[in-house]
């Protein structure tokens, strides 16, 4: 796990985004919401010029949280947080049956972090695909301190019109990414394309439950938060997403919400009722104690102006997510693993 420290946290902030620049972005991002009037048309239209502001704004901030993993994962008790999160990325791993020396591919890669485990674990050689600029640079160091740069790499590509030939990688994942995509139809049968016949894509997706209800204005209200906290144009049900991964042409080996039987809560690290010294900085009193730390930065200048702002939507999102987690409205982890037929007419 990373060490990021409240340096790096302040001298992050903003990404690739010149300094002065920064106040602006937020301003920007935060309008493409519904709880700053934004449309839901308009996101998925923008959605490159969203994803990457968010992104250049946050990463910073995962990073110092989370550590290189930005990702939830079901828990055991007596688990640490961040041994369920390399159990997490070992199991996805397990379901596409990973050997050696075979190419695989992470959509939506962010800094590297499962990359980099996934990678070690398997023996494989993974590409990481992401269009942000910052976290592909972030996550070149990481892969040389970790020793894996010369069978791990990083493409700038925006994940719905990947650089790949068809029929190129011998497995796909993606953790918690391809949430982003305007039109995940289309992302699915990019997905498609750049696999090989029979092989596996496999997914932790964002989703809303069946028991998330659309007319109830607690529940739009959850909804709304986890979208502006978290750069989504919008969160899918569970069914939509399955029926979209059979639309792109996968058959669906099997697939489970994964929050549904975990023993402890995949929200619990970010409950105000929750304290851990190992995660503290996730808890409300260190969240809290990361908000004033926040504002004396800014004040003093190191951190640039709207590092408040950002602090504050990802609060939000902190309190969408406990919220929708124990309504059981939304999951971080519907799991899906699904196989490319070997030819069109199998």
Avoid at 30 to 57: F, P, W
Avoid at 213 to 231: F, M, S, T, W
Wanted: hydrophobic fraction near 35%; glycine fraction near 8%.
């Amino acid at each position: 796990m990373s060490k990021a420290g409240t340096l790096d946290l302040a001298s992050g902030v903003g990404g690739k985004i010149e300094k002065e620049e920064v106040l602006t972005a937020v301003e920007k991002y935060e309008k493409y919401h519904v709880c700053y009037g934004g449309k839901d048309e308009e996101r998925k239209s923008n959605y490159a010029d969203m994803v990457n502001k968010y992104y250049d704004l946050v990463t910073s901030f995962y990073e110092y949280g989370w550590g290189e993993s930005f990702h939830f994962a079901p828990r055991w008790k007596g688990e640490t947080l961040q041994d369920s999160i390399k159990r997490h990325e070992h199991f996805l791993a397990l379901q596409l049956g990973l050997k050696p020396g075979q190419k695989v591919l992470d959509v939506g890669c962010g800094i590297g972090g499962p990359l980099r485990e996934i990678a070690r674990f398997s023996y494989t050689s993974i590409t990481g695909l992401n269009n942000n600029e910052y976290q592909i640079s972030r996550g070149k160091v990481l892969n040389r301190m970790a020793g894996v740069d010369r069978t791990c790499n990083f493409v700038k590509a925006d994940f719905m019109n990947m650089p790949f030939p068809d029929n190129y990688f011998d497995a796909v994942y993606e953790i918690e990414a391809t949430c982003h995509a305007p039109d995940v139809v289309a992302c699915y049968k990019e997905i498609y394309r750049v696999l090989k016949p029979g092989q596996c894509f496999a997914a932790y997706e964002w989703c809303m439950t069946d028991a998330f209800d659309p007319n109830n204005k607690e529940h739009q209200k959850i909804k709304a938060e986890i979208e502006l906290g978290n750069g989504l144009p919008d969160i899918r049900l569970t069914r939509e997403c399955l029926e979209t991964v059979k639309k792109a042409g996968f058959e669906v080996v099997w697939e489970k919400d994964l929050a549904v039987d975990s023993p402890v809560p995949w929200y619990l690290p970010m409950e105000g009722s929750h304290f851990s010294l190992s995660n503290f900085r996730l808890t409300a009193v260190g969240r809290l104690f990361t908000r004033n730390m926040v504002m004396a930065l800014e004040k003093l200048g190191i951190a640039p102006k709207g590092s408040q702002r950002v602090q504050a939507f990802l609060e939000k999102a902190a309190e969408g997510l406990v919220a929708g987690g124990k309504k059981e409205i939304f999951t971080p982890m519907y799991f899906f693993l699904a196989r490319k037929p070997l030819s069109e007419t199998e």
